[in-house]
């Protein structure tokens, strides 16, 4: 393992419905080193998915700190952190979410001629990335022409492409049968092992959190059982 790369300290979250409020979160401490393979295991409502979006940056703790890759997250613009969102760090969704209309390969490429990247120059990395996921010949299809397992690896493709430091994974199986799902898992662990990428999961799946690490077990906001801390 490397240095820290993720610290969060403290982090609670509360919705507010009127003048009702809702603690999902409780008091949570989670780090991550660099080249490690987080699960953060929960029932639904147990506020993994929430911590989630906040270590990643996409939603603000309601108290608590977040520093990720060196940078206090309540500090940086949203523009910083779209930018690091481009280049440092990546975000996998239960849901592929492809844009339907692009092709396989023009929805991998996506994040980097976003960032203002030429094709010309990216090109041969979105291919590494997709010839190691086994997607190198449906680059030419659209995502309703993929399996279920094809999408999602073109998902975990397009994270790869822009040499993240860490990636994030929303429930990354959820929507797969049990062997799709088994097959990403597998996947993900040769992605972390390989590529030396660290992963941070969270998932209500006890067989797919074994393939990480470190599991940290979440319960009505609040870690019960696993080690937060490296």
């Not at 898992?185 to 992605?191: F, G, K, P, W």
Request: charged share 30%; aromatic share 4%; proline share 3%.
């Amino acid at each position: 393992m490397g240095s820290r790369i993720l610290e969060a300290t403290g982090i609670k979250k509360t919705y507010l419905t009127g003048d009702v409020g809702t603690e999902v979160l409780k008091g949570v401490d989670v780090s991550v080193e660099e080249g490690e393979f987080v699960a953060v295991l929960g029932e639904s409502g147990s506020g993994k998915s929430t911590l989630l979006y906040i270590l990643a940056g996409i939603d603000s703790p309601s108290e608590g700190r977040v520093e990720l890759l060196g940078r206090d997250l309540s500090e940086v613009s949203d523009e910083e952190l779209a930018a690091m969102r481009r280049r440092e760090v990546s975000f996998v969704y239960q849901f592929d979410n492809l844009v339907p209309h692009l092709t396989t390969y023009e929805n991998i490429i996506l994040p980097l001629r976003l960032d203002g990247k030429k094709e010309k120059d990216c090109a041969e990395k979105v291919m590494d990335a997709c010839r190691f996921l086994g997607i190198e010949e449906r680059l030419n299809n659209l995502p309703r022409q993929l399996s279920g397992g094809e999408q999602q690896r073109a998902a975990l493709a397009r994270a790869l492409a822009t040499d993240p430091k860490l990636i994030f994974l929303d429930e990354p199986t959820g929507s797969l049968d049990k062997e799709r799902g088994r097959q990403v898992m597998e996947l993900l662990a040769r992605i972390n092992r390989e590529k030396g990428v660290a992963l941070v999961m969270v998932t209500h799946s006890a067989a797919h959190a074994a393939y990480a690490s470190r599991r940290i077990e979440l319960e009505d906001g609040r870690i019960v059982k696993g080690s937060a801390e490296f």
